[in-house]
């Protein structure tokens, strides 16, 4: 294997990385939000059932909903990662790379959804 080969696998290895610590945070996004819709629920009964002279409302509960969806979205990108790095290893010993921008493409726009219905959901 040629130096060419090995700088072109190592380049296709950090990037899987990169998408790997992406679908991570991803991942975490979601456990949080997730997380802080139980700690919103907690604090209303908690504050409901106080000797305080208001009632607390908590939000539409999107936040679970959001946070799933979330973490789906990582398991996905993690998984789709895999797919792009073992697709880019066998171009590259095939001498036949050919971007696919497929992968980007939704990521992007799965990305993009989430955060507007992180947007709306937090709009004051």
Do not use: C
Not at 69 to 87: D, E, N, P, W
Not at 106 to 123: D, P, Q, W
């Amino acid at each position: 294997m040629s130096n060419k080969y090995s700088s072109d696998h190592m380049a296709n290895e950090r990037t899987f990385l990169a998408w790997i610590r992406t679908s991570i945070g991803i991942i975490a996004l979601g456990f949080v939000v997730e997380k802080f819709a139980l700690f919103v629920k907690q604090m209303g009964f908690i504050l409901n059932n106080s000797n305080l002279d208001f009632q607390f409302t908590p939000s539409k509960g999107y936040s679970t909903i959001i946070g799933f969806l979330l973490v789906i979205l990582g398991i996905v990108t993690s998984a789709m990662a895999f797919i792009k790095f073992r697709l880019t290893a066998k171009q590259i010993e095939n001498d036949n790379y050919r971007p696919f921008y497929l992968f980007d493409l939704i990521l992007t726009v799965a990305v993009l959804i989430a955060g507007i219905m992180l947007a709306v959901y937090l709009k004051p």
